[in-house]
């Protein structure tokens, strides 16, 4: 019996550790690959063009550009960025820093 409760307790271990990653999701985020990849400031989601515009994405150093990724219900990939940057240290932001970014909608995520 004590190899069933061990065997039990993993799996409930990894429940938990997948219900952040598919049922709590952050407005202000972009997750890729289940995981946080940056934040977002100023989104203007653009439905006709197929496009999502960001004034900013920030704490991107996770971000893969060239991959697939999740802004709260769509799936996206970013195509354009006018200007990134690292920060200081001190700064409130910390790490990469992408300005005027454009993504293009590829679909829904599933929920």
Known sequence: MGASAKHSTPSQGS?????????????????QNGRLAGRVLEPEVDSDAKEIRF???????????????????????????AYASKVEKDSLHKGRILRGVKAEILGYREQ
């Open 15 to 31: 429940a938990n550790a997948q219900s952040p990653v598919t049922a709590i999701r952050e407005d202000d985020a972009i997750y």
């Open 55 to 81: 004034g900013e994405i920030y704490n991107s150093d996770g971000l893969l550009l060239p991959e697939e990724c999740d802004f709260q219900r769509y799936r996206i990939v970013v195509r354009k960025i």
